[in-house]
């Protein structure tokens, strides 16, 4: 089974800190993802990679940037933690064929900024 | 723009039938999915379309039109666990997703 793993569930920071969240996928996808979820808003995209060194802006970059220095993993960084970024992070990876490659959550990291 | 609408919520009753309608307006078009999400879990995924017609997998099933821009997940003999959030999302060169819908099962 792909796993894909995010290193914390639960994440406590104030205003102002540089928030890292790792990801790391162990089945050799090509493309990843990092989501963030909200109620009623669904599921909104900051950045996706098809690539090592590679990274997209998605519909909400704005507050974030990412690294992937290796194909197996992908962090989000917020520069400096903001409340209005208290959310669900969820991060995916999926093939790079478009033939049914659905993604792969992780399990989410709930953040909360004080 | 990229529109993908579903209802908020549903209820219905164990052993029942629910549908689940996503209409999509998006600026391309590689796959249709549905995902389950629990209440504070990740999304699963369930079901994958891409061409016209019904997919059936035991108790789920998805059908798509692409010309009406229209999805729905069928669920049948509805059990106490299918109580989740049911996104339906639209990939183009990335996944797009609707806001989900909260579906309750009452006994």
Not at chain 2, 15 to 29: D, H, K, P, R
Request: charged content about 25%.
């Amino acid at each position: 089974d792909v796993k894909v793993t995010q290193s914390s569930r639960y994440l406590v920071k104030r205003t102002g800190e540089k928030v890292f969240l790792e990801c790391v996928q162990d089945m050799d996808h090509e493309n990843m993802f990092w989501y963030r979820q909200d109620p009623g808003l669904g599921l909104r995209l900051i950045y996706f990679s098809y690539d090592v060194k590679m990274k997209e802006k998605g519909d909400i970059p704005e507050g974030y940037s990412v690294s992937r220095e290796k194909k197996e993993r992908f962090s989000l960084i917020l520069e400096s933690a903001s409340t209005n970024q208290t959310s669900m992070y969820l991060c995916a990876s999926s093939t790079g064929t478009t033939s049914g490659g659905g993604y792969t959550f992780g399990s989410g990291t709930r953040l909360t900024v004080v | 723009g990229q529109n993908i609408d579903q209802p908020t919520e549903m209820t219905a009753t164990e052993g029942a039938i629910v549908q689940i309608n996503c209409t999509y307006q998006t600026s391309g078009f590689n796959g249709l999915f549905w995902y389950q999400q629990h209440a504070g879990e990740a999304p699963t995924f369930l079901s994958y379309n891409v061409l016209d017609g019904l997919e059936e997998k035991g108790r789920f099933s998805s059908f798509l039109s692409r010309s009406k821009g229209y999805s729905y997940l069928l669920l049948k003999e509805l059990q106490m666990k299918d109580s989740a959030s049911y996104l339906c999302a639209v990939r183009d060169n990335d996944m797009r997703f609707g806001a989900g819908t909260r579906l309750t099962v009452k006994p």
